[in-house]
């Protein structure tokens, strides 16, 4: 803060080896607290979005309802806001999880940008003013930590490649409140000062960003905010095709789940995991399956057949993955969970049901649906999609589908439904 | 209150935001190291470091360099700067793709990650052509404008 009171001379004597502790190191006459403040107010808008996305995925698990759902049981006070994630619109995670990861991909070179724009206050000299600009810079290291932190487990992420210490759901979530604790802090402290300079500008000598021996101008600073707006763009083109399918999917060069489809046909959609990496055999599939389901009224075992000859119902609904992609509209038939559920013992107002799947690995081969998710007349037990049975890699021989669930609710090669006790 | 500007320098306001925010960083901060609290530390801390120290020093220096060769007009490095900077980007952004690193995208996707590299090169390629073509563009007209007798605009 007290940047207001620490100001540089307008005309310094270059010292012959300048270090980067003195103002004279940095020459780059782009720097400026308006092109700070400009990229400052883009992220404070873009990240407030990040975050209340990020919130509402983590909604979306319902981790409240089960143990076998909920990734971080230490959560504590920060699960306050937490409700019973709806079933409708049907696209909800589609649009709000495609948010969270589109935009912080395009946000990335506005927080490069950003971080470059404030560098030299890094190495300014003394490290601490006061007990406050020492707290200050404290709180700094957990913003620069924190957002770097968060973007570069999220980028990791959705690429599959799991280099972090440990398991994503915590480290990201943890990490968002750590961030997000120093982001409202510093938007508190800085943003008067950003939106007056944005309106009435600042005179040279108060801009304690801008360099006192600037060499040479090489692109002014409308056209340094245009090339990281170009570099928005261009990864926002690279990859905003991920949200759906087909030709459009094609555009999304860059990304993760661009480019063509995985297959062709009914089936040929995006899959999350494939049956081979997840250990689901044909020999488990085959004409021995057996779909338990249990209840008040005992338990019941069905096979694929005796499922095909109950009620069939269609729903048109996405696959909407945590990273981000997702697929338009399939067209699911199946039985409904409802029906399922009175063939448990539960015919009217069903409960939450336990799903449990025959996949060996991941962290959702068994997930709890709340009541209003088995309720909806759209949530399947599917057996076909897009009229064909389903592949082996969408699940058969039957996949659970609930309208605006995150994909990994929606699980695959079902073995089990537990209605009532969720544990 | 004067006393508290001495010994703190800023306002009570500032004292109490610090204190809040700090102390939810801290309750969230707790339950994010429970693991391998060292390494989620580095990581962290690490990420800040390896921006300021590494990172940004190193495209300093990359940017230095690409411009001593443009000294007479330094107008130009940016034909070759921006599409540089931005196919960087790409490349920092998705090299566990681009470099085939991210090993479990093929099996888990049932979707090739060959295409990584080739998108990236050409992608590259088009930065570079749409680059050359403004130059030329921009070259050509301030030519006719020369030869018109008008003095030229000044890069």
Request: proline share 8%.
């Amino acid at each position: 803060m007290g940047d207001r009171r620490q100001r540089t001379a307008p005309h310094l004597p270059r010292a012959p080896f300048p270090l980067p502790t003195g103002p004279a190191f940095w020459r780059s006459p782009v720097r400026g607290v308006r092109f700070t403040a400009v990229l400052g107010v883009v992220l404070l808008a873009g990240i407030t979005l990040l975050f209340v996305t990020g919130l509402l995925s983590y909604a979306a698990y319902n981790p409240d309802l089960a143990a076998v759902n909920d990734k971080t049981p230490a959560k504590g006070l920060l699960g306050f806001y937490l409700f019973d994630w709806p079933t409708g619109p049907h696209w909800l995670y589609r649009l709000t999880q495609g948010l969270h990861v589109t935009v912080g991909i395009v946000l990335v070179p506005v927080l490069l940008a950003k971080l470059w724009s404030v560098v030299p206050k890094l190495f300014a000299l003394p490290p601490a003013r006061s007990a406050g600009h020492a707290l200050e810079r404290c709180s700094v290291l957990l913003l620069v930590g924190g957002a770097l932190f968060q973007f570069v487990t999220g980028l990791l992420n959705i690429q599959l490649e799991y280099l972090f210490p440990g398991s994503f759901y915590p480290l990201h979530f943890y990490g968002a409140w750590v961030f997000f604790a120093a982001f409202l802090t510093h938007t508190c402290l800085k943003l008067p000062r950003a939106l007056r300079v944005l309106r009435r500008g600042l005179p040279a000598a108060q801009d304690e960003l801008a360099s006192p021996a600037p060499a040479a101008e090489t692109v002014s600073r409308r056209g340094a905010l245009a090339v990281v707006g170009a570099g928005s763009l261009l990864l926002l083109v690279t990859s905003a095709g991920r949200s759906f399918d087909g030709g459009v999917r094609q555009t999304a060069l860059l990304t993760p789940r661009g480019g063509a489809e995985p297959g062709t046909g009914p089936n040929g959609f995006q899959i999350n995991k494939t049956a081979a990496h997840v250990g689901v055999t044909p020999a488990e599939t085959g004409a021995d399956w057996r779909l338990t389901v249990v209840g008040p009224a005992g338990e019941t075992q069905l096979s694929r057949a005796r499922l095909l000859s109950m009620g069939q119902h269609s729903a048109a609904l996405p696959i909407a993955c945590v990273e981000g992609w997702s697929t338009s509209d399939q067209w699911w038939r199946g039985v409904r969970l409802r029906d399922l559920a009175a063939l448990a013992g539960f015919p009217e107002d069903p409960p939450g049901v336990l799903v449990e799947s025959l996949q060996r690995s991941g962290p959702f081969r068994s997930v709890a649906l709340r009541d209003n998710q088995v309720r909806d007349p759209r949530s399947l037990l599917a057996l076909a999609v897009n009229g064909e049975d389903l592949s082996p890699d969408h699940g058969f021989p039957a996949r659970v589908i609930v309208p605006a669930a995150p994909g990994v609710m929606n699980t695959k090669w079902v073995s089990r439904l537990t209605f009532g006790e969720l544990r | 209150m004067r006393v508290l500007r001495r010994w703190y320098g800023e306002g009570p306001l500032h004292l109490l935001l610090m204190v809040s925010s700090l102390a939810l960083a801290g309750y969230a901060g707790v339950r994010l190291l429970d693991g391998d609290t060292l390494l989620i530390l580095v990581w962290f801390v690490g990420a800040a470091l390896v921006h300021d120290l590494v990172l940004v020093p190193l495209y300093s220096a990359a940017d230095r360099a690409l411009r001593v060769p443009f000294s007479r007009s330094p107008g130009l490095v940016n034909f070759v700067r921006v599409p540089l900077l931005l196919s960087g980007l790409l490349l920092l952004m998705w090299f566990p793709l681009i470099t085939r690193h991210a090993e479990r995208y093929e099996p888990a996707s049932g979707m090739s990650p060959d295409r990584f590299l080739g998108n990236w090169l050409l992608i590259t390629a088009a930065l570079f052509a749409v680059s050359a073509s403004w130059l030329v563009v921009r070259t050509v007209r301030a030519r006719r404008r020369a030869t018109k007798g008008r003095p030229s605009a000044s890069h």
